[in-house]
């Protein structure tokens, strides 16, 4: 698809989305876009994402699918060392190890690699992190703003909340304290959306479902830090509409800006989107059989459990069948018929 017609098509969804919440907010429609929603967007993200693992959990998995980093275990005498256990691992034991630096780490990204032309014809692989150092800044970021967000949806609020806020806030740059979290996320989230843009490979490959996330949650944190640093919100009355939201006697304060809304409905969408987007790796990731299976062919048979019966007809029953016909053809048989054996 054209990248214009892409960027388009995202770019007026979400602008969509925020012109919704402004008409939602106008039209005095705070039950709906202040309760209804919420309890809505999270059902659905609920249930979908029960759905979706589900569903993975009943996708027949018959065989190893073996990893091709590295040595796979095989005999007593051939190399097999802890990298290869990791990246390549036979036990389960291994399998965690490498689930963890993954989902941690996001090792597999750490090892991408740029094809480079050199001199001449010749092709050199170059190490690229930068990918993988944007991937890693918004997934931590993003984490940090959510567990952080926890202080709306507690009372009080939990001791690790206020650990992270005092160390994300530590620069104590402005007032209100500016969280580098949240301005690291804005500046990470533009990074992987310029990074779509300016790489012509990667902008061939980009559709709607790639830049409409990108653009929605960019739109998320840019009210969140519009609303934290520039137009100030009432969190008190924010936090008594949260509270009573998780508590399920939902109350919705009079004096609630736009701009809330606009963060919310969003915040919705984004929410009830998630498991049918790409964005469910979050979850998928536990489930890929690449990296949740120990690669252990070499010691273990496995037999696919549905394999059809396959009827078998033996050589020997075969002779059997036609020992009298093949001698008599001139054939040579394995077994001689008993009257033959005894003229003989
Ligand atoms: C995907 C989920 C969300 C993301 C990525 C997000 C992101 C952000 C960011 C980046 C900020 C700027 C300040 C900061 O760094 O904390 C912010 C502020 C804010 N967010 Fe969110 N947010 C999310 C969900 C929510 C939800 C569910 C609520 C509803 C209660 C909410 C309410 C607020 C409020 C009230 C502020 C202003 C905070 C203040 O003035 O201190 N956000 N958000």
Known sequence: MNVILSLIISGVAVFGLVAIAVIGWLANLHVLFGVVIPYVAAAIFLLGMIYRVVDWGKSPVPFRIPSTCSQQKSLPWIKYDYVDKLDNPHSKLGVWGRMFLEVVFFRSLFRNTRMQFGNGESIRYTSSKWLWLGAIA???????????????FTQPQPFFVTMIEKI???????LPTAYQSGLLLGAAVTFLLLRRLLIAQVRYVSLPADYFPLFLILTVVGSG???????????????ELTLGLVNFHPKVPENI???????????????????????????????????NLPND??????????NPEVKIHTYEAYENEFREKMIA????????????????
């Open 168 to 174: 994300d806030g530590f620069f104590q740059i402005w």
């Open 225 to 239: 830090i519009l609303m934290r640093y520039v137009f100030k919100t009432d969190v008190v009355s924010i936090k």
């Open 257 to 291: 800006g736009v701009l809330f809304y606009i963060h919310l409905f969003l915040v919705c969408v984004l929410f009830a989107y998630f498991p049918f987007s790409k964005l469910v790796h979050m979850g998928g990731v536990f489930l890929s059989p690449t990296r």
């Open 297 to 306: 062919n070499r010691v273990v048979r496995h037999i696919n459990p549905w």
């Open 138 to 152: 918004f997934h931590y970021c993003f984490f940090i703003v959510l567990t952080r967000h926890l202080r709306f």
């Open 329 to 344: 053809a001139g054939l040579p048989v394995e077994k001689k018929v008993a009257s033959t054996e005894s003229k003989e």
